[in-house]
């Protein structure tokens, strides 16, 4: 009740602190940093794969599905493609931003 008393009484001065609150905004909203391209790394992991001298077919059949199945059991995918080519197959794996592919990666154990 004290501010619609207030302002209605003293329409000028409840004006004036208007004007001035959004000056404030527009001088504070000119010094915000804001990057319109932030920079961010993508946590994407590739897994290339040889297999010298096999045919597309053969590399999507016993290379590609095989690990595609595999990686389908890691939580936090985005999306998954793969492609196969005359002796090698690629895949790209996108994870979700709040997944850590770092905490992924285990160093492979010293062979005898």
Known sequence: MF???????????TIVVLLMLMA???????????NQIPDVDMPLLVVDISYPGASPDTVEREVLNRIEKALQSVNGIKEMRGTANEGNANIL???EFKKNICLLYTSPSPRD
């Open 3 to 13: 501010l619609s008393n207030f302002s209605v009484k003293k329409p000028v001065v």
């Open 24 to 34: 404030v905004g527009l001088m504070a909203l000119k010094k915000l940093k804001v």
């Open 93 to 95: 794996v996108f994870f």
